[in-house]
């Protein structure tokens, strides 16, 4: 019996050459990451263990993103404290200020994660690796704190749920709408502690951002991870980027599977999730009219360039957002911000009436930039869309991609760009 790509991966930092599904290990890790939210307390854990050094100061990452520029005395605390440590560990991959970005658009950019790699993340949405035809996959800040100590993680290898990906994308489709239809599908425990696998005619034709919008996501379907196959297109993204040496891994013919499903992307609309599940998807076309008060496009699922481009291109159609729309257009790095200010697409948000925001997590987690007051409804290109999410729990927040996000800013109702 083969190995699926995960298993590859995962036995090559196990030293091993094969591992099973179920069997517990204890691989090198490749990248350690956290955050402002959750490396105060893996700082705080290896502190109290009275360790000396981390194991490895260029295989850390420390991101401040969640409440960049920091909103509040107890932020700004927690920053300080992060960074001192950086300082005092010489940690190379520190990120603040002027440099900071969302950490899951940010560390595959620079080429700080590359395919091969084993990555943990003090923060669920580090399954967004995967995109790369890496192992990533979130886990407790006490797990990191153990990592920068150590540089290896403890865990079971997951199952392997395959999905096949065939057809062609309709208009206004993207990767966000693949993900959010599959989770629709198999619910949000799915693919509870499961790989999932993306594979088939259509993931070839993918773009990186898509696949890292699609990979990002798995979490929501209760993954343990999500993954590619890399290939050309990859290899375009990561050899101009890449700060090591990478591999491409790939599943086995006879490599087993918990789980098989075909989906015929012919048959996906344009989707959105309605409150208060990322499962409760519906096709844009079958949600009775909704009107709406706020518009986030931004996020680590989708706050890219090519995100961006498509929302300008829609609201430049419209010309103005709705008055009754705060529109919020937060790029998910400095150098999103850079390329959407060149080519002039910033300027298209701010003549519409929108705010641009510094590259930050804000609204996504209800910190900052964007907060929902009771009874508020919200279309956003972020994550999840649970109860209280983006600020009161008597707000509702609807998920969506940025082409039927920035239609709704226009229109003022949860609407699509053919509505323009």
Not at 203 to 220: P, Q, S, V, Y
Request: glycine share 8%; charged share 25%.
């Amino acid at each position: 019996m083969g190995s699926t790509i995960t298993e590859k991966i995962l036995a090559s930092h196990c030293g091993k050459k094969v591992v099973e599904p179920n069997e517990f290990i204890e691989p090198k890790v490749d990248i350690a990451l956290s955050n402002d939210v959750t490396a105060p307390l893996a700082v705080k854990e290896f502190r109290k263990a009275k360790i000396k050094k981390v194991f490895n100061k260029n295989k850390i990452a420390f991101v401040m993103d969640h409440f960049t520029p920091n909103k509040d005395i107890l932020s700004a605390e927690h920053v300080k404290f992060v960074r001192e440590f950086a300082k005092e560990h010489k940690i190379k991959h520190y990120y603040e200020g002027g440099n900071v970005g969302v950490e899951h658009a940010l560390l595959p950019e620079k080429g700080i994660i590359v395919p091969g790699d084993v990555v943990i993340g003090a923060d669920s949405h580090t399954c967004t690796y995967g995109a790369l035809g890496a192992f990533s996959t979130g886990v407790g800040s006490t797990d990191v704190s153990a990592a920068i100590a150590t540089g290896k993680v403890w865990f079971k290898v997951p199952n392997s749920i395959k999905f096949v990906l065939t057809g062609k994308l309709n208009k206004w489709v993207s990767g966000k709408d693949i993900i959010l239809y599959i989770i629709g599908l198999i619910g949000v425990d799915g693919a509870l502690y499961n790989s999932m696998e993306f594979a088939g005619p259509l993931c070839k034709k993918l773009t990186m951002a898509d696949r890292l919008t699609i990979a990002n996501m798995a979490i929501e379907a209760g993954g343990k991870s999500g993954i590619f196959t890399p290939d050309e297109i990859t290899e375009n993204y990561v050899a101009k980027r890449a700060q090591r040496k990478y591999k491409f891994y790939t599943s086995d013919k006879d490599a087993k599977y918990l789980k098989i499903f075909e989906i015929d992307c012919n048959k996906i609309l344009p989707q959105v999730a309605i409150p208060f599940l990322p499962s409760n998807t519906k096709a844009v076309k079958d949600i009775k009219k909704t009107y709406i008060d706020q518009v986030v496009i931004g996020s680590c699922t989708n706050g890219r360039i090519e995100d961006l481009r498509i929302a300008a291109s829609i609201i430049k159609k419209g010309k103005k957002v709705n008055p009754n729309v705060r529109t919020f257009i937060i790029p998910a790095t400095p150098e999103v911000y850079s390329q959407a200010l060149d080519e002039g697409l910033l300027r298209i948000f701010m003549d519409a009436g929108a705010v641009i925001s510094a590259p930050t997590c804000g609204p996504c987690l209800g910190g900052h930039m964007g907060i929902l007051a009771s009874g508020e409804k919200c279309v956003s290109t972020t994550n999840r869309n649970f109860v209280g999410r983006m600020g009161h729990v008597e707000s509702q927040l609807f998920l969506a991609n940025p082409a039927i996000a920035a239609a709704s800013a226009i229109k003022g109702y949860i609407a699509t760009p053919d509505e323009i």
